[in-house]
């Protein structure tokens, strides 16, 4: 079951160009910075209450943050939604009919699971599924 908004996720060209406006003109604090080797991105993360802003930023022209941005410029890329179990949230939006781009969950920031539906299916918001690791 959803639970809340995980993050927002933000394209952008330079996180080191990006983060002083963050901090200077709206007085947030960058929580770390994380390279998502998987999807081709180096993030950083900003809380906002029990949420967070996610700065992505392309580690090479064929990562899909890249393409993104050459094709719409930088701004919101998608929205992130927490759930308690990922693989099922995949399975109620397929039987709904949406296109899946995961078909399962794959390792995500902050080793968390994560999966994303097809914009195309979900009237254009790239859809993120996050689930926090589970600790045995």
């Known amino acids: 079951m959803i639970q809340k ?17 963050y901090e200077k003109a709206l007085g947030m604090k960058c929580e770390g910075r994380e390279e998502v080797a998987s999807q081709k991105v180096k993030v950083a993360f900003f809380p906002v209450g029990d949420t967070r802003i996610e700065l992505l930023e392309p580690t090479s022209p064929d990562s899909p943050i890249a393409k993104f941005i050459e094709q719409k410029g930088e701004g919101i890329h998608h929205v992130a939604f927490n759930t308690d179990d990922v693989a099922a949230q ?43 690791p589970k600790h045995h």
């Open 90 to 132: 995949l399975e109620q939006a397929k039987s709904a009919g949406v296109r899946l781009i995961n078909e399962t969950p794959v390792p995500g920031a902050h080793g968390m699971q994560v999966a994303f539906l097809h914009p195309k299916s979900t009237f254009g918001v790239l859809t993120e599924f996050c689930a926090e």
């Open 5 to 21: 908004i995980s993050h927002i996720g933000i394209a952008v060209k330079s996180l080191d160009e990006v983060i002083p406006f």
